[in-house]
């Protein structure tokens, strides 16, 4: 990863001016070095090289996932992202995942740090089993949580920033979390580090929302599951993208944890009890791989509504960038109309 640039503290300039579309005095851009305080999220087999990649070279923070706890797959995807570009990028640590298997979770830190990896995402799990670790070789760590408590305890345990999940976002949810509107103010209040907001966010006006609210980042899942260089089978983007606003559903199924996916038929009768739930390994094959929209509730978050076409990942940040100073203009407007 490249060094990391240090943050300019000056004013906010104009929006109207050659740098317009420079993020003065954020706190993400510094940490991570990248153009745009937009991340895409880790997500299981679609955060690897060809997205990374792509997000990178558009001026994001592409992130790749390491849920596979495989070195070789770590590696492999790695070193093609190494080859893809010379933007920074980021690694996703999901504690509960890697700590399953506890050599090769070793094998898999000692490996990156080796790599002079410089901004790691920590999830699923207790950050504190990686900081000192991860600081002492002075990585910047940023913990992704879904509760106040979670940022609160995250802050605590050492890290530079959190990701704030919203019960907007897809995939596996936390019982007691609540959406971004009042989570992000909640955050904001109780902690000094920077915030990166999940979770229903698809362009520039949820970008600039989720900064008057609190964040100075944004991270979107489903938005990159629907691009042009997200690895999934097509009948998944399309999904996605036919999808309306009350198109996902939260699925309670213990022991398993709660899930917001696609409210497919499927979906629908394994949430009544109606149907067997299939393991969620399964969605891997029969969805990302076969396009088996059907059968199975591939992860979504109510951003679908959003979601309109499959665009290149080029498209997705430059629209988001420049709708975010748009927004910030007409909201600037306000006060100085001229
Ligand atoms: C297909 C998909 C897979 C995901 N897999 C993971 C995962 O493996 N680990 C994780 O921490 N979050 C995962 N998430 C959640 C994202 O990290 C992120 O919090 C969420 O997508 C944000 O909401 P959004 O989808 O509305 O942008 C996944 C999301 C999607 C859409």
């Known amino acids: 990863m490249n060094q990391l640039i240090s943050g300019p503290c000056g004013k906010m300039r104009s929006p109207s001016s050659k740098e317009a579309n420079v993020f003065h005095g954020n706190r993400v851009v510094a940490h991570t070095g990248v153009a745009y305080p937009i991340f895409q999220a880790p997500m299981t087999f679609i955060a690897r090289a060809p997205l990374v ?23 492999h995807e790695f070193t093609a992202i190494r080859k893809a570009t010379d933007k920074p990028f980021g690694v996703n640590l999901p504690v509960q995942m890697l700590k399953r298997d506890l050599d090769e979770e070793k094998a898999i830190i000692a490996w990156l740090l080796d790599q002079g990896i ?165 969605v891997l094959q029969d969805l990302y791989i076969d396009g088996d929209v059907d059968n199975t509730s591939g992860p979504a978050g109510e951003s679908s509504g959003l979601i309109h076409k499959v665009e290149t990942v080029r498209q997705i940040i430059d629209d988001t960038v420049s709708g975010f100073w748009r927004e910030i203009d007409r909201l600037a407007a306000l006060r100085d109309p001229s």
């Open 118 to 282: 410089r901004f790691v995402t920590t999830s699923a799990g207790d950050p504190s089993r990686y900081i000192e670790q991860l600081k002492n070789a002075g990585v910047i760590v940023y913990h992704a949580t879904a509760t106040l408590h979670g940022a609160i305890k995250a802050v605590a345990a050492g890290v530079d920033g959190v990701v704030v999940e919203g019960a907007e976002s897809a995939g596996i949810r936390n019982p007691d979390e609540i959406h971004s509107f009042a989570l992000l103010q909640a955050v904001r209040e109780n902690v000094d580090v920077p915030i990166v907001a999940a979770g229903g966010i698809v362009d520039g006006r949820g970008m600039a929302a989720a900064f008057a609210l609190g964040a100075e980042g944004v991270a979107m899942g489903t938005r990159f599951v629907a691009s042009a260089e997200s690895p999934v089978h097509a009948n998944y983007k399309d999904a996605i993208v036919a999808a309306p606003s009350a198109g996902t559903l939260i699925t309670d199924l213990p022991p398993r944890a709660r899930f917001r996916g696609l409210k497919t038929e499927y979906a629908i009768e394994a949430h009544e009890g109606r149907r067997e739930r299939r393991p969620t390994r399964s």
């Open 53 to 75: 990649a792509a997000v990178a070279e558009a001026g994001g923070l592409g992130l790749l996932e390491t849920s596979s706890a495989d070195l070789n797959v770590t590696t």
